[in-house]
Structures are given as C-alpha cells and as structure tokens.
T-cell receptor, first 111, second 114 residues
Framework: EDQVTQSPEALRLQEGESSSLNCSYT??????LFWYRQDPGKGPEFLFT???AGEEKEKERLKATLTKKESFLHITAPKPEDSATYLC????????????FGKGTKLSVKP | NAGVTQTPKFQVLKTGQSMTLQCAQD?????MYWYRQDPGMGLRLIYY???????DKGEVPNGYNVSRLNKREFSLRLESAAPSQTSVYFC?????????????FGPGTRLTVL
C-alpha cells in the first residue's frame, strides 16, 4: 500500500535555528514528490516538485532534497513568517494522477 | 488571475440537508479535484475530473456526487449531509492528469454538519 509519513508532527524553533523536516514514502514507483505550505485557514500553497533521487530545489530559506525512500525540507535561519504546516505528497505510478498526502509537520518559529 | 476559487467559505448544515460546493479555476487547467481535510489526517481525494466531461471516484467518494460543468468549473454535491461529512473541503486543479503535474489548491470551504 502506498504510504507517506511525515516527521516530526510538530517542531518549535527559535528564529535563526536551522532544522529539517522529513517525509518518508513507500510507493510502487515514484512519479513525483511535492511539498506544500499551509497557513491556518488557508489552502495548501505549492512549494516544490522533485522527480528523481538526488534532485534538490531551493526557494529563499527552504531547500528540498530527495532520496529513494525519503525527502527532506531543510529550513535555514528560519523567520517567524515561516511558521506554517508543511505538507508532503507523492504521486505513484499506480495512482494515475492522484496525490497521497502525509499528515504534515506543524512548524512554529519564535522570535 | 485568481487561480482556484471556492464558494462558500463557510457553511453550517443540519443532518439530511443538501448543498453544493462550487469551484472554478482560471488557469485553463484540464484536471480538477476535490479533497477533504480532517484533523490528524492527510488530505484525502473524494472525486476527480481528468478532463472536461469525465469524473472518477477517489479514495472517499461515498455520500458525494460531482459535476464537471465545463472546463473551468467543478462542483461537489452532498445529497443528504451527515455529521461525518463535517470537514474542510479543498478544490484543486492541474494542467494535465497522470503525468507528475502540480496541483494548485483553492482556499477551502469549512463545512459543519449538525
């Protein structure tokens, strides 16, 4: 069964304290892995798509990496405005176009 | 360019009432989706439309119906609402279906069924 697990469930950081979020996946053939940011009361906002192991993408203080079993979202010197829930989703070969989402990591960055 | 829009933003229903959630996108995307999001669970796919004129069931379709009205609009209908359908509903769209293609989400509809 295709599955996505995110850890930790919640993460509290001080402003400037770098860290990483993890997304582990078990799928029958990965077509793509997606990272989204979701603010309270809002819809998920697209951040990155990764397609193959070894791929990396960056945007401001965020960097996403992909291996054959997991993806990391690295946050460098976070600011309070980075506080949000970060969602990971995968598209598997057997799922047609459907995305399988993890439960998310809630990040809080304190000034 | 508004992206994906949803109406209403909030709704309270009584058990057994019906309602339709509306979704529209202005990105000329071919594929559209309906998800629900519940506390402690990931987003789950209810129905999707790979292209205009087609609809298919997702992971949790029971109690719902959909209509792909045209390329822009995709509606979700609850015929007889139940408390278990209390959730936040998100509509999404993507340019294509099947290939790894980014889905863009709307702001959501928060539905409470009493």
């Amino acid at each position: 069964e295709d599955q996505v697990t995110q850890s930790p469930e919640a993460l509290r950081l001080q402003e400037g304290e770098s860290s990483s979020l993890n997304c582990s996946y078990t799928v029958s053939g990965l077509r793509g892995l997606f990272w989204y940011r979701q603010d309270p009361g809002k819809g998920p906002e697209f951040l990155f798509t990764l397609y193959s192991a070894g791929e990396e993408k960056e945007k401001e203080r965020l960097k996403a990496t992909l291996t054959k079993k997991e993806s990391f979202l690295h946050i460098t010197a976070p600011k309070p405005e980075d506080s949000a829930t970060y969602l990971c989703a995968v598209q598997a070969s057997g799922s047609q176009g459907n995305l399988i989402f993890g439960k998310g990591t809630k990040l809080s960055v304190k000034p | 360019n508004a992206g994906v829009t949803q109406t209403p933003k909030f709704q309270v229903l009584k058990t057994g009432q019906s309602m339709t959630l509306q979704c529209a996108q202005d990105m000329n995307h071919n594929s559209m989706y309906w998800y629900r999001q519940d506390p402690g669970m990931g987003l789950r796919l209810i129905y999707y439309s790979a292209s205009e004129g087609t609809t298919d069931k997702g992971e949790v379709p029971n109690g719902y119906n959909v209509s792909r009205l045209n390329k822009r609009e995709f509606s979700l209908r609850l015929e007889s609402a139940a408390p278990s359908q209390t959730s936040v509903y998100f509509c999404a769209s993507s340019e294509t279906f099947g290939d790894p293609d980014t889905q863009y989400f709307g702001p959501g509809t928060r539905l409470t069924v009493l």
